[in-house]
Nanobody, 117 residues
Framework: QVQLVESGGGLVQAGGSLRLSCADS????????MGWFRQAPGKERELVAA????????SYADSVKGRFTISRDNAQNTVYLQMNDLKPEDTAVYYC??????????WGRGTQVTVSS
């Protein structure tokens, strides 16, 4: 069973950094592509970054390229999102998700990131 728990959110000033973590208590983490999404108030949920099961392939939304880095540690069943040079428009609830059969099927409960100007 996949159970995802995010941590690492908080309040940071513009230009600052945060590192989000997402731990999976299940046994299939290392075989699953993973993604980080975010949802700001009044906006749709968007895919921020994605990573293949091995970590060898990553992709990013244009809005975060060069500032955010997704990585994973399969030995620790954890995926990370390093966020640098944060901007007020990065304020959102951030969710991690795991793929199954080509779709994001499992979701964490989210962690709030607030960037003050």
């Amino acid at each position: 069973q996949v159970q995802l728990v995010e941590s690492g959110g908080g309040l940071v000033q513009a230009g600052g950094s945060l590192r989000l973590s997402c731990a999976d208590s299940g046994r299939t983490f290392s075989s699953r592509p993973m993604g980080w999404f975010r949802q700001a108030p009044g906006k749709e949920r968007e895919l921020v970054a994605a990573i293949s099961w091995s970590g060898g392939s990553t992709s990013y939304a244009d809005s975060v390229k060069g500032r955010f880095t997704i990585s994973r540690d399969n030995a620790q069943n954890t995926v990370y999102l390093q966020m640098n040079d944060l901007k007020p428009e990065d304020t959102a609830v951030y969710y991690c998700a795991a793929k199954e059969a080509g779709r994001y099927a499992y979701w964490g409960r989210g962690t709030q990131v607030t960037v003050s100007s």
